[in-house]
């Protein structure tokens, strides 16, 4: 079984929160801030791309859908259906 992919693993496999900071253009408080929320704003997901194939961090436009699509899929509720 494969583990949920979630924004605060793909911020995890930068050698620094610092080092994806410069590499996005952005405060290090914004990452901080994006790891504690376990969220990336979406605007930066083709840079995102680009940055991690850069660096040699291995980040497919799969994995960041699936965690766009997380935190839907924790607050799905089955279908109830009478009789």
């Known amino acids: ?38 969220s990336i704003p979406a605007k930066y997901d083709l840079q995102l791309l680009t940055v991690a194939q850069r660096r040699g961090i291995e980040l497919s436009v799969y994995e960041l859908a699936s965690a766009r699509a997380l935190p839907f899929a924790a607050h799905e509720m089955p279908c109830m259906r009478a009789g």
């Open 1 to 38: 079984m494969t583990q949920a992919v979630t924004f605060q693993s793909i911020i995890e496999r930068w050698p620094a929160r610092k080092a994806l900071a410069a590499d996005l253009g952005v405060q290090l408080s914004a990452v901080h801030h994006w790891h504690h929320r376990d």
